[in-house]
């Protein structure tokens, strides 16, 4: 049996094919690289201490409501207690401390609002915000055991599509989030979607790109690609300060690649192994085309998909 490669040789390895193929598949991934690091900034915690509405009509100050604790390295007021009230219509304090009963006053300096401010996760519920990660990575675990079994039953051009409408879709359905169950839920299925995503763009742009192409392809495109998502993520933070505006400003992008369903062809290798000669063909030829050469007038035989039919024993 004649190997895919030998067979669309002639194609060349550094076409205008295969540099739009680089290039599409590339920026594909810059999503993901500001989408699974915007929780440093959507979760971020602000200075904050306990909510002391009884001292607006007082003279009393924070310093004798709010007790001293050492926080890195330096005093300053407790984020999670108070002195109590010796009486309900007096701000006269005692040495007795509480919990922040009211809820608390977060800082404006950095942040309009986050996650934590949105939902008070903090002091009991500070567990809430790494858990948020955990689960995340969770949706990624999953994703990386279910995506080969989708990609190989469904395709792999499928497989990127629809991981990247799971991946936009929940992100956009979280900005409208009405609690932090509900964000943590969205937040594992977007995390699903995202490996889904990169290991379909990987399989993708190696069974499309010829040999000395695909090593710039998994060591440059992706990786470049990644990390310019991460180098755009502090430049929208630093302008947007509302976790949900900005939730949504990094989510828009996402509708962006719709129309690359009609530039990015499904692998020929894949095709080949599911037997359908007609489809193969014509994307090669396009190829061809694309690359101006001439193809040869039988490019695939019935033989060429027969063993890739044959299911493994």
Known sequence: MRDC???????????????????????SIIPIGYSEMSMIFL?????HHCSLPYLISTSSNLSQALPLEEVNGQL?????????????????????????????????EHYISTITTEWNLVCGDAW???FSLSVFCMGVLTGSFVSGHISDRFGRKLLLFLSMAVQTISSLIRVFSGSWEMFVILYFIMGLGQICQYIAAFILGNE??????????????????????????PLCAYFIRSWRILLLVLTLPGFLYIPLWWFIPESPRWLLAQGRLKEVEDIVRAAAKKNGVTPPSVIFREEDSAKLMVPPP
């Open 5 to 27: 490669d030998e067979i669309t040789l002639f194609l060349g390895e550094w076409g205008p094919f295969q540099k739009s193929i680089f290039i599409l598949l590339s920026i």
């Open 128 to 130: 809430k915000v790494p």
């Open 43 to 47: 979760s971020d915690t602000p200075h």
């Open 208 to 233: 499309l790109l010829g040999d000395s192409s695909r090593l710039a392809f998994t060591t440059l495109g992706l990786c470049v690609f990644y990390a310019l998502g991460y180098a755009v993520l």
């Open 76 to 108: 300053d007021y407790s984020r999670c207690t108070r002195y109590k009230r010796l009486n309900s219509t007096e701000a006269h304090f005692g040495n007795e401390t509480e919990r922040c009963l009211d809820g608390w006053d977060y800082s404006t």
